[in-house]
């Protein structure tokens, strides 16, 4: 192919630009993977050598001392569930925020602004109680129900924008032709808005995938334990193995890293396309 | 992608309900030592061994965290029946709130000596919550190694210290691998530097208000502190506890302040390492070692199995468990009658007949804001070259004074 | 028929559509107000009780808010923290949303690698904070880390700082590396905004001779505004409820002396108690929590009214 | 195969009343046009006979029979929206039976009937694409035949050509027309182009401010306006009007006075008007004569002239009148700047009096 004539300085300083970008992002990643090949002494020693030996030693540890099949098993579980019941719930909110008039529904996403602004961290104890209470402590139910939770308001903050663009022509039309209200939802506006779907569903399932915080607080049972808190606690107070922390962030990282670039061309034309024209 | 979820589902269902009963008394126990999984395992077999009615299962949760969780779970009324619990101030946290049994007459406490007790004692109350288990000792570790390739006798006086630092400084080491990224570094090491200044007598005075801390001695005892940081790594204020370690670990600082649970991390590393206490302010005089009890074991006050936890606690107040906590885990019991089988131990418990308690904690961790956050801050202006000693010192008496 | 039937079949249609809305509403906000506004009720509850620690006491209404704010031994901790959110909040809109738009407008351009570069830009949001905040650490590190390496092989030693030790340079050093684990977010909803932008208007401002940067400032910029306002609360949010990165780079305590102290670092001392900085006070730690609450919902709230008010609308 | 019949219909979105007492019949087979500015209520009828808004009071009947209450598909309409509302998502065949499936009829009966509406609208070849493959008139067509298939017993349409150009709109004018009588349905057709409904329509409503001015045939709406608004809606270029007073009354007719001084005598007309009334007196471009006229004449100066061939528009202003338009046939020699004197006739010129209503 034969580059456009006018490459002149401005589109060379553009490159250099995003490829200077591009680098600082994969480099520290690189780095990341590379390290989890290594021992301690080569990373604090020669931080920017390859590693010696590609050996798996880090990961044979990890392996060896936790349960990682179970946790893996575990944070599919609790994300998988989550992002779904989120997705079905998030739009259900949004559906009927976005496409309906009626007395309260600003209060209504009002309602569900505010969880977007409350840091359920701060609540941690009473919902302790609340959980135990339920009987959801030391349960992963209880971790779905909580991610669900906290990633619901974002999600109908995504899902309303995309809404809200879709012409409500459309659903008249689909009303005239005598599709019950539900119908409309899942036959007509729902499909046209899966962009947004998968935007809010890796959107949440990020954080979930990676939150140990409210595993440390309601998980107890090794059995339980998901991936980011069985690794967390794996990492004892004293002990600074950091080629096995990099195998194991690495391994954290994995999962999610794949599922991204094999979606990641859903995601990004979900992303950058918007609403449908 | 249907069969999956559904599987997913009666998956998570069945870790729900998949709670066991077993015919005997099962007891949890909580800790925020990962190191000690595998020696905590030996020695709750040997219990188990005497208690076959009685299962322990020791749970370790991630360090840093561990206040969090604990108090979470005796907050939500829930909680594992024996609690490996902190001392001083952060137990009182926990049992001023009545979330611990008190031993008191259910527990044999009498091979405890007193100084340890009144660690895990609620002042309030005056009643016990927690068996001692250990105490921690500050100790100024050495590469022999490096020392003897560069002709360095370990220093005895503050001015032999020096000496030797600006020795190894100037062989192109690495003096002293502390820095004061991470605040209860640097405290840590004041308590190895600072007692040999401010005296003997200076815990009791300023426990009793007889003295505060702008004391002049505690001032000279800080500006010992300020004249550490030359030797201490470039970007000190940068290095955190691991980056010591490492510095240490490589063989690219020669000293390393810490304390006494780093050994078996220097014998996992192959170190050659030699410990001493803090130097003298002169010759002959006395050398110091900051001591402090690291925690305890207390019962859970909601716990259904209250007797059966008492049990296991009232083990842990035995020699024979003492002796299993110096074999196994190379700590300084805090329960009489264990004969150290390790030198370093035996040595260290040695340096203890020169103890001094490590002040902040000990005696200044149950207001806020704590002595340690106050000395910490100081400490970390004081060798940026931020704050003088005397400024440090005006501060952390007057944030006491404020503390409530 | 009776007219009355007429009303009543009406009236049933409205009621349908109600029932309708009821069953759609319904399930999402039981989960929202069981998991989240119930414990967080709970929260305000206690925040009105004085509290030992962890047992509550009596009620003591405002106290512990007028204690937070006004008692000069806590509130120069307080204000510090915000005062730090503060700087927060606007050093990532200008570093992270800065670097967004400009990286928007040029992928904007389709340039060679498009595709690329929008798969990579978004990698770092999908790794974990944890993963983010150790690797960084690492590679700030005085003795040890690449950066300070690298500023030695290029022969700039004086630069060579202990980054995340220094009171001037910690902050700076955490902010920069949250712009590098987000900054791909605000750039794939820019960039979505642009494309959103019909073609025509570009072009037409393009024939009438206008510079890139005049059609950037002069028709993208204005036309981007929902994408923006978007951005802007979400920065807002989180910003005020920073917590991951400072935590686990510097600590619960907000070292050094304070100048990575936060709200979300202070509120979790407050509530939970460090080993160094002493016990919990829930009373406290939820009065904390309350305001924190308080003050980000109402400025959330006034933003994305200012906002969108000056939103322009296409077509 | 229906009559439709508006009742009192009345809407209100709070506090804002858009409909205001509607009365209408649309007989069997009728193509009836709303017309009228926008705003002016015209697509609320629509939606509401539709079913899409629900009535705030009042009655529509459809054969007799109360359907007010009735949700839209059951209401035995069908509905051609402005942006033609295809989903996005599915083929052209699938647009056109959704209707169909939804109400559960069997496979082969829908695929028949979508066929044969293809058929009629030459989309027999684009049944497997998806709206987004098609032109707009072919998406227009798309939407028609989504409307057909339903077999409805009325037809409406919201505005069905604004979103074509213009060569396209006339065209589809000319289909559309067709179709109706093809179909032989009643529809109901909403635009705001009067040449639209001037062209199409059976019968037409003018539609202001939610409020009816004008029900009648085009022609009639043409040759006797109710009112001023109606006279000056329907008709292109749009009728002059001239400001006056009554000057006299006298038995069976009035004289009027033209700002200009203008003295013009209404012979049999003078309805309730009294002395020193304020008047409109107005008269189509195409009315007036390029020459004194038989019953008056006014004069003015040529600023502009548009000259077709087989017409032409002569733009005039005068001291009293700023712009008076002059649509005459055939070429005319006028140039800018001349001095013109044109005529009218009483037949064809039109008196309104102080309330906007014509004179009769």
Not at chain 1, 96 to 121: C, E, N, T
Not at chain 2, 175 to 202: C, H, K, Q, R
Not at chain 3, 306 to 312: D, G, I, K, P, Q
Not at chain 4, 312 to 328: G, M, N, P, R
Request: glycine share 8%; charged share 15%.
């Amino acid at each position: 192919m034969e580059k456009k004539r006018n490459a002149g300085l401005e589109t060379w300083l553009m490159h250099i630009f995003l490829v200077g970008t591009a680098l600082a992002v994969l480099y520290p990643i690189f780095m990341m993977v590379m390290s989890g090949f290594k021992t301690n002494a080569e990373i604090f020693g020669a931080p920017f050598a390859l590693p010696k030996s590609f050996n798996f030693d880090n990961y044979i540890v990890i392996w060896n001392t936790t349960d990682v099949p179970r946790y893996l098993l575990n944070s599919t579980i609790v994300t998988l569930i989550s992002v779904f019941v989120l997705l079905i719930t998030g739009t259900m909110a949004a559906y009927a925020i976005s496409r309906y008039r009626f007395r309260g529904s600003i209060m209504v996403s009002l309602f569900f602004l505010a969880g977007l602004m409350l840091p359920l961290r701060l609540a941690i104890i009473p919902l302790f109680v609340q959980l135990k209470a339920m009987g959801l402590v030391d349960n992963l139910l209880g971790l779905i129900f909580i991610y669900t939770a906290m990633s619901l308001p974002s999600t109908v903050f995504i899902l309303t924008g995309f809404l809200r663009a879709l012409p409500g022509e459309l659903e008249d039309s689909a009303r005239m032709d005598g599709a019950s209200e539900l119908r409309i939802m899942v036959q007509i506006m729902v499909p046209l808005i899966t962009p947004a779907m998968v935007i809010a569903g890796i959107y949440n399932a990020v954080p979930i995938w990676n939150d140990f915080f409210f595993p440390l607080i309601f998980i107890q049972t090794p059995e339980n334990k998901t991936l980011a808190q069985g690794l967390t606690s794996f990492f004892g107070e004293y002990s600074v193995n950091f080629g096995v922390l990099y195998a194991g962030l690495t391994l954290a990282a994995l999962p999610l890293v794949v599922v991204f670039i094999v979606q990641s061309k859903r995601f990004i034309a979900g992303m950058t396309a918007g609403a449908i024209k | 992608m249907k069969h999956h979820l559904t599987r997913a589902l009666a998956a998570a269902l069945a870790f729900s309900i998949a709670a066991p009963v077993f015919a005997q008394t099962e007891l949890s126990f909580w800790s925020w030592r990962q190191e000690d999984v595998a020696a905590y395992g030996e020695i709750i077999a040997a219990f188990e061994e005497s208690h076959p009615d009685i299962t322990v299962t020791y749970t370790a949760h991630e360090a840093k965290a561990y206040n969090t969780i604990l108090t979470t779970a005796l907050a939500g009324g829930s909680g594992p029946d024996i609690i490996h619990t902190r001392a001083y101030g952060s137990l009182e946290n926990i049992s001023g709130a009545g979330y611990l049994e008190p031993l008191d007459g259910q527990v044999d406490l009498s091979t405890i000596p007193d100084t340890l007790l009144r660690g895990t004692t609620l002042r309030s109350d005056g009643k016990v919550y927690s068996v001692p288990f250990a105490t921690q000792t500050v100790l100024v570790y050495y590469n022999k190694d490096i020392f003897d390739a560069n002709s360095i006798t370990p220093p005895e006086t503050w001015d032999e210290f020096m000496a030797a630092a600006q020795a190894l400084k100037d062989a192109g080491i690495t003096p002293l691998a502390n820095g004061t990224a991470d605040g209860w570094t640097i405290e840590v090491a004041s308590g190895a530097i600072m007692p040999n200044f401010y005296g003997e007598t200076f815990f009791e005075e300023v426990t009793s208000g007889a003295t505060t801390f702008d004391d002049p001695r505690y001032v000279t005892a800080l500006s010992r502190m300020a004249e550490l940081a030359p030797y201490m790594p470039v970007g000190f204020e940068g290095v955190d506890y691991a980056t010591m370690k490492a510095l240490f670990t490589s063989g690219a600082a020669a000293m390393f302040i810490g304390g006494s649970w780093e050994i078996p991390s220097w014998r996992d590393a192959g170190l050659n390492v030699g410990f001493m206490p803090g130097p003298a302010a002169e010759a002959g005089g006395t050398r110091m070692v900051a001591t402090w009890l690291d925690g305890g074991y207390a019962v859970n006050a909601a716990s259904p199995n209250k007797e059966a936890a008492l049990e296991f606690i009232r083990f842990t107040a035995t020699p024979e468990f003492a002796q299993m906590l110096a074999d196994k885990l190379n700590n300084v019991p805090a329960v009489q009658g264990a004969t150290p089988t390790d030198d370093a131990l035996a040595e260290i418990i040695e340096l203890q007949e020169n103890q001094t308690p490590y002040i902040m904690l000990v005696a200044f961790r149950f207001n806020k804001p704590t002595g340690s956050t106050l000395l910490q801050d100081g400490l970390q202006q004081l060798l940026t070259g931020s704050k003088s000693a005397e400024e440090v010192a005006a501060e952390v008496a007057a944030g006491i004074a404020a503390a409530e | 028929m009776q007219t009355a039937d007429y009303a009543r079949a009406k009236r049933a249609r409205a009621r349908n559509l109600k029932l309708w809305l009821a069953f759609l509403l319904a399930p999402p906000a039981f989960i929202l107000i069981v998991f989240v506004f119930l414990p967080m009720a709970s929260a305000v509850l206690y925040s009105l009780y004085d509290w030992d620690g962890l047992v509550r006491k009596e009620f003591v209404g405002l106290d512990n808010f007028a204690d937070i704010l006004f008692n000069p031994n806590k509130n120069s901790i307080l204000f510090n923290a915000f005062w730090n959110n503060v700087k927060v909040f606007t050093s990532l809109m200008v570093i992270q949303n800065g670097l967004a738009l400009v990286l928007a407008l040029l992928l904007a351009r389709n340039p060679r690698g498009y595709r690329f570069y929008q798969v990579v830009f978004f990698v770092p949001v999908i790794l974990s904070t944890v993963i983010i905040g150790f690797q960084w650490k690492l590679f700030l590190n005085p003795v040890f880390g690449l950066v300070n390496k690298a500023l030695h092989y290029a022969g700039l030693s004086d630069w060579a700082l202990p980054w995340l030790g220094l009171p001037e340079t910690a902050l700076p050093a955490m902010l920069l590396v949250n712009s590098w684990h987000w900054f791909g977010f605000p750039t794939l909803v820019f960039l979505a905004a642009i494309h959103r932008i019909p073609k025509d208007f570009i072009e037409a401002a393009r024939l009438d001779g206008a510079s890139e940067w005049r059609i950037a400032r002069e028709i993208i910029w204005p036309l981007m505004a929902p994408a923006v306002t978007i951005i802007v609360v979400l920065t807002f949010i989180g910003s005020f409820n920073w917590f991951e990165i400072p935590y686990i780079m510097n600590g619960l305590e907000g070292s050094p002396q304070g100048s990575t102290d936060m709200l979300g670092l202070l509120f979790y001392r407050t509530a939970f108690g460090s080993v160094s900085a002493g016990g919990s006070d829930f009373g406290a730690g939820s009065a904390l929590a309350v305001l924190m609450f308080i003050f980000i919902f109402i400025f959330s709230v006034i933003a994305t009214k200012y906002l969108t008010s000056r939103e322009v609308e296409l077509s | 195969m229906a009559n439709i019949e508006l009742r009192d219909v009345n809407k209100q979105f709070g506090d804002v009343k858009v409909i205001k007492d509607v009365n209408l019949a649309v007989e069997d087979n009728e193509f009836v046009v709303f017309v009228g500015p926008s705003g002016c209520g015209k697509s609320t009828l629509l939606r509401l006979i539709a079913g899409l808004e629900d009535l705030t009071t009042g009655e529509i009947h459809i054969d007799g029979e109360r359907i007010d209450h009735l949700a839209p598909a059951s209401r035995g309409l069908a509905m051609v929206f402005q942006s033609y509302a295809l989903y996005p998502h599915f083929t052209v065949a699938q647009n056109m039976g959704y209707a169909l499936r939804v109400a559960r009829e069997d496979k082969a009966s829908i695929d028949k009937k979508v066929y044969e509406a293809a058929e009629i609208l030459q989309l027999t070849e684009y049944l497997d694409r998806k709206p987004k493959a098609l032109s707009g008139g072919q998406r227009q067509r798309v939407a028609i035949g989504r409307a057909i298939v339903r077999n409805p017993k009325v037809f409406l349409f919201d505005e069905p050509l604004s979103n074509l150009d213009a060569k396209l709109r006339v065209a589809m004018r000319i289909e559309l027309t067709k179709l109706h009588r093809a179909l032989n349905a009643t529809m109901i057709y909403v635009t705001h182009d009067q040449i639209e409904a001037m062209t199409m329509a059976d019968k037409i409503v003018v539609l202001r401010d939610g409020i009816v001015e004008q029900i009648g045939a085009p022609l009639d709406l043409y040759n006797t306006p109710d009112n001023r608004f109606v006279a000056g809606f329907i008709g292109s270029p749009a009728m002059n009007f001239f400001k006056g007073k009554v000057s006299g009354v006298h038995e069976g007719g009035a004289e009027i006075t033209l700002s200009d001084g203008t003295l013009i005598n209404f012979p049999g007309k003078n309805g309730t008007l009294s002395v020193g009334d304020n008047v409109e007196f107005g008269v189509r471009p195409e009315h007036f004569s390029i020459e004194p006229g038989a019953d008056g004449s006014l004069r003015g100066e040529v600023y502009a002239v548009e000259r077709l061939g087989g017409e032409t528009y002569i733009y005039l202003s005068s001291d009293s009148q700023k712009e008076i338009v002059v649509h005459a046939t055939g070429d005319h020699r006028v140039a800018v700047g001349d001095r013109v004197e044109i005529g009218f006739t009483i037949a064809q010129s039109y008196l309104f009096g102080p309330d906007g209503q014509s004179v009769r």
